[in-house]
Protein backbone atom coordinates (compact mmCIF):
# COMPACT_ATOMS: atom_id res chain seq x y z
CA UNK A 1 0.00 0.00 0.00
CA UNK A 2 1.26 3.69 -0.46
CA UNK A 3 0.77 6.44 2.00
CA UNK A 4 2.17 9.79 2.72
CA UNK A 5 3.26 11.27 6.21
CA UNK A 6 3.34 14.40 7.48
CA UNK A 7 4.27 14.27 10.97
CA UNK A 8 3.82 18.33 11.77
CA UNK A 9 0.48 19.41 12.02
CA UNK A 10 2.34 23.09 12.04
CA UNK A 11 5.54 24.48 11.76
CA UNK A 12 6.53 27.74 13.26
CA UNK A 13 9.51 29.77 11.90
CA UNK A 14 10.87 33.73 11.89
CA UNK A 15 11.34 35.84 8.64
CA UNK A 16 14.12 35.20 7.41
CA UNK A 17 15.17 31.42 8.89
CA UNK A 18 15.63 28.49 7.25
CA UNK A 19 12.52 26.14 7.43
CA UNK A 20 11.42 22.93 6.98
CA UNK A 21 8.12 20.97 6.30
CA UNK A 22 8.50 17.23 6.80
CA UNK A 23 7.13 14.53 4.85
CA UNK A 24 8.05 10.88 4.70
CA UNK A 25 6.69 8.06 2.48
CA UNK A 26 5.78 4.73 1.89
CA UNK A 27 5.33 3.21 -1.26
CA UNK A 28 6.52 -0.36 -3.63
CA UNK A 29 7.87 1.15 -6.87
CA UNK A 30 9.40 4.40 -7.53
CA UNK A 31 8.18 6.75 -5.98
CA UNK A 32 6.73 10.14 -7.75
CA UNK A 33 6.65 12.70 -5.29
CA UNK A 34 5.11 16.32 -5.11
CA UNK A 35 4.85 19.68 -2.96
CA UNK A 36 1.80 21.79 -2.90
CA UNK A 37 1.13 24.76 -1.40
CA UNK A 38 -2.69 26.23 -0.17
CA UNK A 39 -3.53 29.78 0.63
CA UNK A 40 -6.90 30.36 2.11
CA UNK A 41 -9.48 30.15 0.20
CA UNK A 42 -7.56 28.92 -2.66
CA UNK A 43 -6.90 25.79 -4.39
CA UNK A 44 -3.82 23.20 -3.89
CA UNK A 45 -0.97 24.63 -6.09
CA UNK A 46 1.75 22.97 -7.52
CA UNK A 47 5.88 23.91 -5.97
CA UNK A 48 7.58 21.35 -7.30
CA UNK A 49 7.97 17.27 -7.96
CA UNK A 50 10.47 14.55 -7.80
CA UNK A 51 10.86 11.79 -10.53
CA UNK A 52 13.83 10.83 -10.74
CA UNK A 53 17.60 12.60 -11.07
CA UNK A 54 18.99 14.58 -8.98
CA UNK A 55 17.87 14.23 -4.74
CA UNK A 56 17.79 17.96 -4.25
CA UNK A 57 14.70 19.45 -6.21
CA UNK A 58 14.31 23.14 -6.79
CA UNK A 59 11.08 24.55 -7.37
CA UNK A 60 8.99 27.98 -7.15
CA UNK A 61 9.54 30.70 -5.19
CA UNK A 62 12.36 29.62 -3.87
CA UNK A 63 11.35 25.94 -2.18
CA UNK A 64 13.49 23.18 -2.63
CA UNK A 65 12.98 19.48 -1.19
CA UNK A 66 15.50 16.93 -1.22
CA UNK A 67 14.80 13.32 -1.78
CA UNK A 68 16.33 10.37 0.86
CA UNK A 69 15.09 7.26 -0.43
CA UNK A 70 17.32 5.37 2.35
CA UNK A 71 14.74 7.26 4.39
CA UNK A 72 11.91 7.24 2.44
CA UNK A 73 11.44 11.56 3.03
CA UNK A 74 10.64 14.15 0.68
CA UNK A 75 11.49 17.28 2.59
CA UNK A 76 10.29 20.57 1.97
CA UNK A 77 12.85 23.55 2.00
CA UNK A 78 13.83 27.29 1.62
CA UNK A 79 16.55 28.99 2.71
CA UNK A 80 15.53 32.39 3.97
CA UNK A 81 11.39 32.33 5.30
CA UNK A 82 8.97 35.23 4.16
CA UNK A 83 6.26 35.89 6.00
CA UNK A 84 4.21 35.78 2.30
CA UNK A 85 4.95 31.99 2.94
CA UNK A 86 2.52 31.26 5.37
CA UNK A 87 0.11 29.11 3.95
CA UNK A 88 -0.99 25.05 3.92
CA UNK A 89 1.76 22.32 2.47
CA UNK A 90 0.87 19.37 1.43
CA UNK A 91 3.11 16.45 0.28
CA UNK A 92 1.53 14.03 -2.18
CA UNK A 93 2.73 10.99 -3.90
CA UNK A 94 1.44 9.65 -7.26
CA UNK A 95 0.80 6.11 -7.96
CA UNK A 96 -1.46 3.90 -10.31
CA UNK A 97 -2.89 7.17 -11.44
CA UNK A 98 -4.15 8.74 -8.19
CA UNK A 99 -2.16 11.63 -6.07
CA UNK A 100 -2.19 10.66 -2.05
CA UNK A 101 -1.92 13.94 0.03
CA UNK A 102 -0.60 13.84 2.84
CA UNK A 103 -2.46 15.42 6.29
CA UNK A 104 -0.94 18.97 5.27
CA UNK A 105 1.21 20.88 7.60
CA UNK A 106 0.10 24.74 8.62
CA UNK A 107 3.71 26.72 8.24
CA UNK A 108 3.06 29.74 10.16
CA UNK A 109 6.27 32.55 9.35
CA UNK A 110 6.43 35.45 11.53
CA UNK A 111 8.02 38.94 11.34
CA UNK B 1 -4.95 33.37 -11.58
CA UNK B 2 -5.47 29.56 -11.99
CA UNK B 3 -5.98 28.20 -15.43
CA UNK B 4 -8.68 25.98 -14.37
CA UNK B 5 -12.19 27.80 -13.69
CA UNK B 6 -14.38 26.92 -10.97
CA UNK B 7 -17.71 28.30 -11.03
CA UNK B 8 -19.59 29.27 -8.36
CA UNK B 9 -16.93 30.07 -6.07
CA UNK B 10 -20.01 29.75 -3.60
CA UNK B 11 -23.31 27.81 -3.14
CA UNK B 12 -25.69 27.71 -0.37
CA UNK B 13 -28.62 25.05 -0.91
CA UNK B 14 -31.31 22.97 0.56
CA UNK B 15 -31.22 19.62 1.21
CA UNK B 16 -33.40 18.73 -1.27
CA UNK B 17 -32.22 21.44 -3.80
CA UNK B 18 -30.27 20.33 -7.41
CA UNK B 19 -27.73 21.99 -8.38
CA UNK B 20 -24.48 21.69 -10.91
CA UNK B 21 -20.88 22.26 -10.01
CA UNK B 22 -18.89 23.33 -13.60
CA UNK B 23 -15.18 23.56 -14.07
CA UNK B 24 -13.45 24.41 -17.22
CA UNK B 25 -9.82 23.90 -18.23
CA UNK B 26 -8.29 24.92 -22.19
CA UNK B 27 -4.91 23.89 -21.31
CA UNK B 28 -5.64 20.57 -23.59
CA UNK B 29 -5.46 17.90 -20.56
CA UNK B 30 -7.02 14.97 -20.52
CA UNK B 31 -7.35 13.79 -17.03
CA UNK B 32 -9.59 15.63 -14.58
CA UNK B 33 -10.67 15.36 -11.08
CA UNK B 34 -12.90 16.66 -8.46
CA UNK B 35 -11.73 16.28 -4.76
CA UNK B 36 -14.02 17.15 -1.73
CA UNK B 37 -12.00 18.67 0.82
CA UNK B 38 -13.24 19.78 4.35
CA UNK B 39 -11.24 22.43 6.44
CA UNK B 40 -7.32 22.24 6.82
CA UNK B 41 -7.35 18.23 5.35
CA UNK B 42 -6.56 16.85 2.41
CA UNK B 43 -8.58 16.58 -0.29
CA UNK B 44 -10.22 13.53 -0.92
CA UNK B 45 -10.62 12.11 -4.37
CA UNK B 46 -13.70 11.89 -5.88
CA UNK B 47 -14.23 11.12 -9.34
CA UNK B 48 -11.51 10.59 -11.85
CA UNK B 49 -12.21 11.29 -15.70
CA UNK B 50 -9.52 10.03 -18.56
CA UNK B 51 -10.74 11.13 -22.07
CA UNK B 52 -13.98 11.87 -21.08
CA UNK B 53 -14.53 9.23 -19.66
CA UNK B 54 -14.93 8.13 -16.04
CA UNK B 55 -11.86 6.28 -14.86
CA UNK B 56 -12.25 6.25 -10.76
CA UNK B 57 -15.19 6.58 -8.70
CA UNK B 58 -13.86 6.32 -5.04
CA UNK B 59 -17.44 5.03 -3.94
CA UNK B 60 -19.18 8.12 -3.88
CA UNK B 61 -22.53 8.26 -2.86
CA UNK B 62 -25.14 8.30 -5.86
CA UNK B 63 -26.15 11.88 -4.60
CA UNK B 64 -23.34 12.98 -6.28
CA UNK B 65 -23.31 12.89 -10.14
CA UNK B 66 -20.51 13.92 -12.33
CA UNK B 67 -20.47 14.86 -15.91
CA UNK B 68 -17.69 15.51 -18.49
CA UNK B 69 -19.34 16.49 -21.94
CA UNK B 70 -16.24 17.51 -23.75
CA UNK B 71 -12.37 17.25 -23.08
CA UNK B 72 -12.61 21.19 -21.27
CA UNK B 73 -15.54 20.94 -19.09
CA UNK B 74 -16.14 18.73 -15.88
CA UNK B 75 -19.51 18.99 -14.52
CA UNK B 76 -20.24 17.88 -10.47
CA UNK B 77 -24.13 17.87 -10.08
CA UNK B 78 -25.56 18.15 -6.70
CA UNK B 79 -29.52 16.48 -5.28
CA UNK B 80 -30.61 15.68 -2.18
CA UNK B 81 -27.66 16.47 -0.71
CA UNK B 82 -26.88 15.88 3.53
CA UNK B 83 -25.12 18.99 5.62
CA UNK B 84 -21.99 16.59 5.66
CA UNK B 85 -21.60 17.53 2.20
CA UNK B 86 -20.42 20.74 3.04
CA UNK B 87 -17.18 21.52 1.96
CA UNK B 88 -14.74 22.87 -0.30
CA UNK B 89 -14.91 20.93 -3.71
CA UNK B 90 -12.23 21.04 -6.22
CA UNK B 91 -11.62 20.44 -9.80
CA UNK B 92 -7.92 19.45 -10.81
CA UNK B 93 -6.84 18.51 -14.19
CA UNK B 94 -3.60 16.78 -15.70
CA UNK B 95 -2.41 15.83 -18.78
CA UNK B 96 -3.18 12.73 -18.67
CA UNK B 97 -3.15 8.99 -16.97
CA UNK B 98 -1.64 6.00 -17.33
CA UNK B 99 2.43 5.04 -18.23
CA UNK B 100 4.72 7.81 -18.63
CA UNK B 101 2.31 10.62 -17.39
CA UNK B 102 3.08 10.04 -13.73
CA UNK B 103 5.29 13.25 -13.58
CA UNK B 104 2.83 15.55 -14.71
CA UNK B 105 1.24 17.30 -11.74
CA UNK B 106 -2.51 18.37 -11.00
CA UNK B 107 -3.54 21.85 -11.77
CA UNK B 108 -6.21 23.04 -9.34
CA UNK B 109 -9.16 25.37 -9.61
CA UNK B 110 -9.76 27.78 -6.55
CA UNK B 111 -12.54 25.24 -5.87
CA UNK B 112 -16.22 25.87 -4.55
CA UNK B 113 -17.54 26.45 -1.25
CA UNK B 114 -20.32 24.62 -0.77
CA UNK B 115 -22.91 24.96 2.38
CA UNK B 116 -26.05 22.82 2.77
CA UNK B 117 -28.88 24.23 5.14
Known amino acids: AQSVAQPEDQVNVAEGNPLTVKCTYS??????LFWYVQYPNRGLQFLLK??????LVKGSYGFEAEFNKSQTSFHLKKPSALVSDSALYFC?????????FGSGTKLNVKP | DTEVTQTPKHLVMGMTNKKSLKCEQH?????MYWYKQKAKKPPELMFVYSYEKLSINESVPSRFSPECPNSSLLNLHLHALQPEDSALYLC????????????????FGDGTRLSIL
Open chain 1, 92 to 100: ALYNFNKFY
Open chain 1, 27 to 32: VSGNPY
Open chain 2, 92 to 107: ASSQALGVGQSNQPQH
Open chain 2, 27 to 31: MGHRA
Open chain 1, 50 to 55: YITGDN
